[in-house]
């Protein structure tokens, strides 16, 4: 019967057709001994798609994992986290400091002073003339220029578009004082020639006329604005590298820099990198390959904003996206960076070019033959979108991506296959519990103290983080040199914790809990749902302290409500969380006792005035010893203070075929195979660029 | 025939209208922000935000954006605002990319479970009944996603071959034949997934179906002039157990568009549930309204195709 056949027969020719398709795919050895192209291909494999690859839009991580790729900046760190020069050769750093002549105050034996006179003194004193001790001589002795600014008159418009208004400016004159070096100490130390009160008794309101009344505190505000009394202008000067091009043959120049910088400061375009060049002053193009950046003020951590990957100005300045907008029929004059299609075909001088992106599958890029630093191994690089981690892992084990995001039991399970090797490094960021020092018991030191010593956090790395975790004393990344080594982790010691409890008044009552005056020692421990390891922590503590006797309850919120309720408006006893960091030592938002409010980062209500200094001396020294210093100095006295208890950073970890190795070719111009080490950078691919896959895995002599 | 036509399509186009009011208002009630304008990203700050917002159009009230988002759609000027890409243009590809595992789950569940289900239906309560009943029980009741990794685990550590995405990556230059032999093997597994549900309950109600036209008047009558037993079955019974089925053709339309979340997210494929879910993620309204949108269409479509199709069929029904 026809009927029954068919019904029958159809879904089994159906289904053998599809089940034969198997003996058409490779399997993970064939994928690369019956196919050698595979070896020149390395495929990583992403959660999440990126959103806009253009380096000064782009706000999420895969994002900047494909921009680090195509694009290249100036500066970037190198293994041991100092900076090298990318598209810059070198740099030099020093500084332009200036002040308002006071014509009011006296000076020390010279009596009321103009301009001339202040040179000359300075020049007397730089000479040797006049006793003054050993560090103002080495600030004078700093000073490679001074120069008299003639005084000037000039208006500025200030106010909002209908209240505008007009103010007159008649500036006296001004010094203009070159440095070799920027000197934080600068009008510290000139204060001890030209009298104490020198430059704070200057005042800019006798030297404005404002149209418009707008009150005395405006009036001082203005003031202090337009005619600062004493000001820091740091000076960086990039000399670029020669001959580099972007990937379309056009040749980088100090014009793509500054373009780079305006395009960022454009309202716009609203680049989310605004803020991290808002101490830019201007950019200045000195010769084609020579650019001079002037800051606003001290601020040493803008260095390091010029790892920013450059535009080609090319094909992006006004004309060009005009040019665009024409083309694709869309109005010029709303047409703006974010809407050009670059964002989706960029061009940089970085060693891959890109080729191909389709949403949600892949980001393809290929090398480039003309890259500066010699032409990548690999010749494409493949940027997968796999949302799930165990598909990812199943992936891996397929031989379709090289590198996935490997969790620690991953790790454990594949740590002794021969296949693989398997590496993991410290990250950059840590977790910890913070008290919020505003309420009791958490306002005495000897509290917070205790609390961590009765938690075992080498336990914690042991059993939760799989052993893929190091202890960490406080706020700054532990590869740098900024971490104080020499400060030890607080020990387990439960026993000394209730010894210090006690010092602090908590005793334990009858039925075993501390008491002090009749209150309990209790609390609330929160931390946010969705975290598994902060969840494993919360547990953990809270069963800590409940073995000696202090009464702690926990909460899981979800994260919104856990940040904008209870974090950003101080409503809380004790929280787990975890800081991720950048390299530099700028600690101002989270520490510094300014930065306390409400919906600020130092949501502990840390208040120390010695720290206070420290931050913002960090953060306005440019001498990296003297900066190291201040940061193990400043180490020290968050470590006493426990206004954490800093548990744990955790260890990135990365399993890789061992067919891939570093390949390198000698000064004889033979081929060098080396093992793959991680670096101090948080990441094992600093060498990227070297790395290739053999046909076979070598042997090396001497392993480790 | 033609006033029917008629009211059922105002009455469609009333109920669509409501459909795009209330998705509307649901999206932009939920909590959470687009993660542009999210205000827990730190490396936003308030302005960059409220221009943001002003570009979305977000600060107008909610009636405005409401027009103004529906004339984009309509004028195919809607754009996402994670890319930047019009939306009509990333919803063609991604339907033509879950379209291939929707023909051949379709395929699948219909041709399995019609022999299946029939089978069942001869073989009242035998072993192979029974043990058909067990199975679609068992693969209707496992949660889809475990299923999949079940499925995914032991095919790749026995046989060492990749399953995820649409295409083995980095094949390199092979034959047509190979290339698209790899990509049916790639979708095997998420159509079989995606046709288990299905295969479980369309066997069951062709059972049944079966079941209550063999035991009617003219199925007797046929067994007892002597008619051979297949032929019964076959020709008598099934083709009057089929008229439902025709009805539902119409209702798979919906199915186009919605494409399967979970396995597409698990199997990464690129199709229109996990763009439509990953906007959500990203509170991507532009995109997940239109998706919503049209498949609101298609449901209304679908319904009125499988009104008509019964009618065609079924000369006793008159609307």
Redesign the interface.
Known sequence: ?T??RI??G??IV?II?????????????Q?SKG?P??LT?Y?TASSG?A??LNPILS?DSASSDIESMVFEGLIDYDEELRFRGRLATSWEIYEEAFFYVNEETAIPQVGKADASKIVELLKRAKTGDIAIDVTVKASLDNIREIAIIPSRTFTVTRGENKAKFKIHVSAPARIKLVLNEVDQDLFQNLSRILGKGYFSSFDGRSYLRVDHDVGEMKRAEYAREILPAIEHNPIVVFRLRPNVQFHDGHLFDAHDVKFTYEAIMD?KN?S?R??DYEPVKSVEVVAPLTVRICYKRLYSPALGTWGMGILPEHLLNDEALKAEAIERGKDPEKFTM??SSF??HPVGCGPFVFQEW?????IMLDRFADYWEGTPNYRRY?Y?????P??QE??F?????DMYNVQPHQVERLKHDPTYQNFSGLSFGYTYIGYNMRREPFNDRKVRKALGMAIDVDKIIRYVLYGQGERITGPFVKQTDYYNHRIKPITYDPAGALRLLAEAGWRRNKEGWLEKDGKRLQFTLITNSGNDLRKAVLAIAQDAWRQIGIDCRTDLLE??VF??ERVDKADFDAVVLGWSMGIEPDLYQMWHSSQANPYQLNFVAFENKEADDLIIKIRQEYDHEQQVAYCHHLHEIIAREQPYTFLYVRKWTAVLDKRIVIKETDAEGNVVYKKITPTKTGTYTFHFNKWIKLPVAPVFSAEG | MLSFIGRSIIQKIITLFFVMVVSFLIIHLAPGEPSQVDPLNPKFTPEMVERFREAFHLDKPLHVQFVYFYRDLFTGKTVSWKDNEPVLKKIGERFLNSLPLFIVGTILTWTLAFPIGIRSAIARGGVYDRSATFVSYLLYSIPGFFFAYILILVVVNTFHVPVIGMKTFGFGDVSVLHTVMDRVWHLLLPSVLGATVGIAVLSRYVRSQMLEVESQDYVRTAKAKGLPSEQVHYKHALRNALLPFVTMFGLILPGLIGGSVIIESIFSWPGMGRMAFEAILARDYPIILSVNFISAVLVLIGTFISDLLYMVVDPRIHL
């Open positions: 019967m009927v029954r019904l029958i159809a879904p159906l057709f599809l089940l034969q398709s198997y003996f058409w795919v490779p399997t993970y050895e994928q196919n192209q595979r291909e495929i798609d959103a806009i706000a309202p609203l989310p605004m803020a974010r809407q964002n989706r389709k949403s949600d599958q892949y493949v997968r979108i796999i949302p799930d165990l598909t199943m992936e084990y397929a031989g379709t991506v994260w919104a940040i904008q």
